[in-house]
C-alpha cells in the first residue's frame, strides 16, 4: 500500500540533533545537507510512484519513497555501493539530516527494500515506457528554477559516452560465453544428450578458451561455434523458447551467422551491425566507433540552462539511450519537452545536432539552434554561398525576400516544390562580385537566378550563426564540458558499477539531480556572508512563530532535562 512520507515535516520537540551546539547545528542546516533536504528532498511529489504498489488496504505499507530516490540521487552523486550508501544512511549525521530524519535508528529498512524498489522501477519502465526517476528529475528542477527565478531562454546542449558494467569481450570470447550459458540453461537430461557437442568450450572461462589461439585460428573456431549454434537453435527451439538465454543464444547467431545452402558463413567484421549483442549481461548496449576510439554501451545527453544574467545554471534534461544513438536524434526526442517546460528560444550545441531532421523541429518550436561548429565539406573560400546572401522568412517561415552581399533585394518565389525557392537577380551586370557569385544565368533572360532548397537554406542560416558566434569571441556551450565531466566523476574511466539501460538512466538521472544541489549550494554560500538567505531556502523556524516555538522547546527541554550526577575524578598511582 502506498503512503506519502510526511513526518519530516513536523519538528521534533526533542531529537538527537539537541545535542549539537547552535553553531554546528547552523552549519548542519547550511551545509550541503540541508540544501538537499530543502531543495531536492521537500520538493519530491511521491504520488507518481504509487502505480508501484499494491492498492490493497490490507498491504503493509511502503518505505519512504522519497527516502528510497533521496538515496539513489546520494549514491550517484558521491559513487558509492550500495553497502557504503546503507552505511551512511545509518551512521552519517549529514546524509540522516538530508533525508529528514533527526535520530539516530529512525526510519531503518533493510538494503532488499532498495533492490525491491529499483525492480519495480525497472519494470514499470518496461512494460509502460515511464521513467519515473526522469519524471521525478524535471518535476523537482522546475520547481528550483521558478524558485530562483532562472530564465531558460537559452540552453547548451551535449552528449557524452556511458560504459555500464560489461567486460569487454572479443568475438571469439562472445560465443563460448553464450555457449557456456545455454549449456547450464539446459535440463540434466538435456546436458547429457549434449554433452560431447558443448565439451571443448566448458574447460575454464571464455578467456582462458582463447588465451592459447593465435589469432589466424580464430576463425576456423567461429566457423566450428556457428555450426553448432545453428544446431542448439533448432534443437532447443521447442523446450526453451521463452528462456532469456536461448533468446540469446538465437540473436546471438542472427548477428555473427548467415545460415545458407552451403552451411554455416560467418559475417565479416566489417559488416557485423552495430546493434550486435555486445555482452549476454546488458542486452541493451551497443558498440559505436567516434574518431580512433571504440566505445560499448550507451550515450547520455544533458541539457542545461546558459543564461548569462543567471546567478548559477542547473540541468533540466538528461536522456540515455544505446550509444549508436545519433546527437540529432537526441535533440528531436529532447526539444518539445524543453520548448513546454522552459520556453527556449535558443539552443547552443556542436556539430552533431545538426540535421534535417532537427531543422524540421526546429523550425516547428521556433528554436534557434547555434552550433560551434559544422559538418560536411567547407565550401570555397574564393566563392561567394548561400550564407553569404541575407534571407528573410514570413510569419509561416517562408522565404519572402532574399538580399545579396552587393546589397540588391528582390522577391522570393516558390517552385512546384514548396520546399524550393528561386530569386530572380536582374542588376547583377556591373556587380564586382558577380565573377564569384554562385548566381546562374537564365536560358533566353537577362536576369540571374538563385536556386536554393529548404535544407541549403537551413544550413546557410547555420553557418552565418556559427560565423557570428566566433567573431563574438564567446561560447556559451563550452562550459556544457565540464557539467558532463563533474557528473561522471565519481565513476573511474566513465563506466558505471550497473547494468541495463533502466539502471544507467537511473544513476545519470541521480548524479544530474546531486549535481543541481552542489551548484544550489555554492550559490546560496556566495551569498550567505553579509546578506540575507532567499526566501526560497528559508528553514522551519525562520518566522516569529517558527522562533517562539523554538524558543518554548528549549524552555521545556531544560525543565525535562535529568540532573546529571558529578563526575569523581580518581588519581592512580602505580
Known amino acids: 500500500m502506498f503512503r506519502r512520507n510526511g513526518t519530516h515535516q513536523q519538528e521534533h520537540l526533542i531529537s538527537d540533533l539537541d545535542h549539537l551546539g547552535q553553531k554546528h547545528r547552523m552549519r548542519l542546516a547550511d551545509s550541503w545537507a540541508g540544501v538537499f533536504y530543502r531543495e531536492f ?14 492498492q490493497d488496504e490490507a498491504s503493509r505499507p511502503n518505505i519512504a519513497v522519497n527516502v528510497l530516490i533521496g538515496l539513489e540521487a546520494l549514491k550517484a552523486g558521491f559513487g558509492w555501493s550500495d553497502a557504503d550508501m546503507y552505511d551512511a544512511f545509518i551512521f552519517d549525521l549529514q546524509v540522516r539530516y538530508a533525508l529528514g ?55 547548451r546542449m551535449d552528449s557524452t559516452q556511458i560504459a555500464s558494467n560489461i567486460q569487454q569481450l572479443t568475438r571469439l570470447q562472445l560465443l563460448v560465453e553464450v555457449l557456456q550459458r545455454v549449456y547450464r540453461m539446459l535440463a540434466p537430461a538435456d546436458q547429457e544428450r549434449h554433452g560431447e557437442r558443448f565439451a571443448p568450450y566448458l574447460k575454464g572461462s571464455a578467456g582462458q578458451y582463447t588465451y592459447h589461439l593465435r589469432d589466424t585460428e580464430h576463425r576456423v573456431h567461429i566457423q566450428a561455434i556457428g555450426e553448432l549454434m545453428q544446431h ?34 560467418v559475417i565479416p567484421a566489417g559488416q557485423v551491425s552495430s546493434h550486435h549483442l555486445c555482452s549476454p549481461d546488458d542486452s541493451g548496449a551497443t558498440f559505436c566507433r567516434k574518431g580512433q576510439n571504440d566505445y560499448e554501451g550507451y550515450v547520455t545527453n544533458v541539457t542545461e540552462t546558459c543564461e548569462p544574467g543567471n546567478p548559477f545554471q542547473l540541468i533540466v534534461k538528461v536522456q540515455t539511450e544505446p550509444n549508436i544513438t545519433s546527437d540529432s536524434a537526441l535533440l528531436v526526442d529532447a526539444l518539445p519537452d524543453l ?11 556542436d556539430a552533431t545536432f545538426c540535421s534535417r531532421a532537427a531543422d524540421r523541429v526546429l523550425r516547428q518550436h521556433g528554436v534557434i539552434q547555434v552550433p560551434t561548429g559544422l559538418r560536411g565539406q567547407a565550401p570555397h573560400p574564393h566563392k561567394l554561398n548561400l550564407s553569404h546572401f541575407h534571407i528573410r522568412c514570413g510569419d509561416n517561415d517562408q522565404p519572402l525576400q532574399v538580399t545579396c552581399p552587393h546589397g540588391q533585394t528582390v522577391t522570393v518565389h516558390s ?88 539502471r544507467v538512466a537511473a544513476v545519470m538521472l541521480g548524479a544530474a539531480a546531486m549535481f543541481n544541489v552542489r551548484r544550489i549550494h555554492r550559490y546560496l554560500s556566495r551569498i550567505r556572508v553579509g546578506s540575507e538567505n532567499p526566501a526560497s531556502t528559508a528553514t522551519p523556524g525562520d518566522s516569529a512563530l517558527g522562533h517562539f516555538c523554538f524558543a518554548l522547546r528549549t524552555c521545556i527541554q531544560a525543565l525535562l532535562a535529568p540532573v546529571r550526577p558529578p563526575v569523581l575524578a580518581f588519581a592512580f598511582a602505580w
Open 41 to 54: 528532498f521537500c520538493r519530491l511529489d511521491e504520488r507518481p510512484f504509487a502505480v508501484l504498489y499494491s
Open 101 to 155: 530524519y533527526h535520530n539516530l535508528g529512525e526510519g531503518d529498512f533493510e538494503l532488499r527494500s532498495v533492490y525491491n524498489f529499483r525492480r519495480r522501477l525497472t519494470e514499470h519502465m518496461v512494460n509502460t515506457g515511464e521513467n519515473l526517476l526522469d519524471r521525478a528529475l524535471v518535476q523537482i528542477t522546475d520547481v528550483q528554477i521558478h524558485s530562483f527565478q532562472l530564465s531558460t531562454r537559452q540552453l
Open 232 to 265: 542448439m537453435v533448432t534443437e532447443l527451439a521447442v523446450s526453451y523458447a521463452e528462456d532469456s538465454v536461448y533468446l540469446t543464444l538465437r540473436r546471438v547467431f542472427r548477428e555473427q551467422f548467415c545460415p545458407g545452402a552451403d552451411g554455416v558463413q
Open 339 to 349: 520548448k513546454r517546460r522552459t520556453g527556449v528560444e535558443t539552443l547552443y550545441n
Open 415 to 502: 517552385r512546384r516544390n514548396p520546399h524550393n525557392s528561386i530569386a530572380y537577380f536582374t542588376q547583377c551586370q556591373t556587380c564586382p562580385l558577380q565573377p564569384r557569385c554562385q548566381t546562374h544565368v537564365i536560358k533566353r533572360d537577362e536576369r540571374r537566378s538563385l536556386y536554393f532548397t529548404r535544407y541549403q537554406m537551413d544550413a546557410a542560416e547555420r553557418r552565418q550563426r556559427c560565423a557570428a558566434l566566433h567573431r563574438s569571441g564567446r561560447n556559451p556551450r563550452a562550459a556544457i564540458e565540464a557539467t558532463l565531466g563533474a557528473i561522471k566523476h565519481p565513476f573511474s574511466d566513465d563506466q558505471l558499477p550497473v547494468r541495463g539501460q533502466c
